[in-house]
C-alpha cells in the first residue's frame, strides 16, 4: 500500500529504494536582513543611569561612595552605614513592547558601535573636591580620588565597549564556587594528571563579567527539503553478502515558521567567540548558559568592584551572522514537530530566513574562573573550569593522565584503542 502524502507535502513522481543521500550545503540567503546599526536612521533606546551622571556613585542613605557588590543578596552595599539597595531592572524602564510587532534594528546606547579613536585612558573630574582622575578603562572600572577619597565611577557610556546598557549581578558567592569547582574536580580525580592534582588551588578563582549582547528578534523562514517514510525492509544475499535494504516513499517537504526570540544571547568578545581548541579550553564558557538576563540591572560600575571584566569588541554589524545561523537553527527546531511522520528523517535542502525586526543591548554577564596551565609533550594548553555566577551550572577540562586511564582500562580486562582514549579525553 502507498501512503499517501502529509498535508501541504507533494510525492515525486516515482518511488525508490533508499539510498545514501548525497551531501547538500544549505544555503541562507537573508545576509541583508539585518541593516547595518550605523545608520543613523536606526532607533537608539536610551539606557543611561541618570543618577549616575557626575562620575559618583553615593549611598542614597549617608552619601558615601565606599560601595560594592553583596553577592549573597545581589545588592549593593554602603561600606560605611551597610546600606543595601539596587539599580532598577532594564526590562522594566525600557518599552519593550510586543515582539510580534518589532521591526528594523534597534539599539541600547550602550551597545552602539565602537570608536577606535576613543582611548581606554578617561580622565574624570571629581564632583567632591575638583581634582581630575585618571580610569583606565582595560583594567578597571572605578579609582578613588587621590584627594578627597571619593570612588569615582565610569559610568557614562563612551563610545569604546567598556560602559555596556545593563549588568547581571554576581549571585553566586566565591565561597558557594570553590565549593562547586571542587566537587567538579573530584569527580575526575581518578584519571586526572597528577600536576594537576598537586597543583589544584580552586580558592584562586576568579569572578569576571563577560560582554554579551543580548538579542529580541522579530523572524520568519522557509525551509524545504526531502522526508522519507518507509514502506518495507527486507534482506538481500546471505552470509557475510548479507545487505538490509529499504524501501521509502520520498516527499517534498516545505515549511514555514514565523516566531519570536527573547533575550538571544551572544558574546560579543571576538577572542572568545572564536576560541583555539589547540592552546585552550575557554569555548567551556557557552556551556554554563543561559542566564536570566531578564534581571539584569542598569548599568553601575560598583557592581564590578572586586571583579575583572573583559570589554566588548564586537559591533552589531560583526555579529547579525551568528544571530543569523542561531535564528535558523530555532526556525528548524520549531518545524520539528510537524515533520515526525517522515520516520526515514527529513533532508533540509534550502533555507532562507527573514528578520523583519531586532532590538540589540550590551550586557555583563557574571562568571567564576578557573585556569590551569598544562604541558605535555612539549605542546601547552590552557584548562578552563567556569561557574555560572547566577545558576552555578558547572563545566569544564580538566588535563587527563593517559597512563592512568590506559591502565584502568587494562585493569579491568577491556581493550581501548588510541580513538576511544582521545575522545574520554576530549570529553573529560
Request: charged share 20%.
Amino acid at each position: 500500500m502507498t501512503n499517501l502524502p502529509p498535508p501541504g507535502d507533494h510525492p515525486p513522481s516515482s518511488t525508490t529504494d533508499t539510498q545514501a543521500d548525497p551531501a547538500v550545503t544549505p544555503t541562507n540567503p537573508a545576509g541583508d536582513a539585518i541593516t547595518d546599526p550605523t545608520g543613523s536612521a536606526d532607533p537608539v533606546i536610551d539606557t543611561t543611569n541618570d543618577r549616575l551622571d557626575d562620575g559618583i556613585n553615593r549611598c542614597p542613605k549617608c552619601g558615601s561612595t565606599d560601595i560594592q557588590l553583596r553577592a549573597s543578596a545581589g545588592m549593593l552595599v554602603c561600606l560605611f552605614c551597610r546600606h543595601q539597595w539596587a539599580e532598577a531592572r532594564l526590562d522594566e524602564t525600557i518599552e519593550n513592547g510586543d515582539l510580534t510587532t518589532l521591526t528594523g534594528t534597534t539599539i541600547g546606547s550602550g551597545a552602539a558601535d565602537i570608536d577606535a579613536s576613543v582611548d581606554v585612558l578617561t580622565t574624570m573630574k571629581c564632583a567632591g573636591c575638583g581634582a581630575e582622575v585618571v580610569v583606565n578603562t582595560a583594567e578597571n572600572m572605578s579609582a578613588r580620588c587621590h584627594w578627597c577619597r571619593h570612588v569615582l565611577t565610569v559610568n557614562e557610556q563612551i563610545p569604546n565597549g567598556a560602559v555596556p546598557d545593563a549588568v547581571l549581578p554576581f549571585k553566586i558567592t566565591h565561597e558557594d564556587a570553590v565549593s562547586r569547582i571542587e566537587k567538579f574536580a573530584g569527580k575526575r580525580r581518578l584519571f586526572a594528571d597528577r600536576a594537576f592534582v598537586s597543583e589544584f588551588t580552586p580558592q584562586n578563582i576568579v569572578g569576571v563579567y563577560m560582554p554579551y549582547m543580548v538579542v529580541d528578534s522579530n523572524a520568519s523562514a522557509d525551509i524545504a527539503g526531502q522526508g522519507e517514510i518507509q514502506t518495507r525492509k527486507y534482506t538481500r544475499g546471505s552470509g557475510d553478502d548479507e545487505e538490509t535494504v529499504y524501501d521509502a516513499d520520498r516527499y517534498d517537504v516545505r515549511r514555514h515558521v514565523d516566531f519570536t526570540v527573547d533575550d538571544l544571547t551572544v558574546e560579543s568578545s571576538a577572542e572568545r567567540a572564536n576560541f583555539d581548541s589547540s592552546a585552550n579550553t575557554n569555548n567551556i564558557i557557552n556551556t554554563i548558559l543561559p542566564f536570566d538576563t531578564e534581571n539584569a540591572v542598569k548599568w553601575n560600575a560598583s557592581y564590578l568592584t572586586g571583579y575583572t571584566s573583559e570589554k566588548r569588541d564586537q559591533d552589531v554589524a560583526h555579529l547579525v551572522p551568528v544571530v543569523e545561523d542561531q535564528l535558523l537553527s530555532i526556525a528548524r527546531s520549531q518545524v520539528e514537530s510537524s515533520v515526525k511522520q517522515y520516520d526515514r528523517g527529513v533532508r533540509w535542502e534550502r533555507e532562507h530566513l527573514d528578520v523583519h525586526g531586532t532590538r540589540w543591548l550590551s550586557m555583563y554577564l557574571p562568571v567564576w574562573l578557573y585556569s590551569y596551565y598544562h604541558e605535555s609533550g612539549g605542546k601547552g594548553m590552557v584548562h578552563y573550569i567556569a561557574v555560572n555566577g547566577r545558576t552555578g551550572e558547572v563545566m569544564g577540562s580538566v588535563p587527563v593522565s593517559h597512563k592512568r586511564l590506559l591502565a584502568a582500562a587494562v585493569s579491568v580486562g577491556g581493550v581501548i584503542d588510541a580513538g576511544v582514549i582521545a575522545l574520554m579525553v576530549a570529553t573529560s
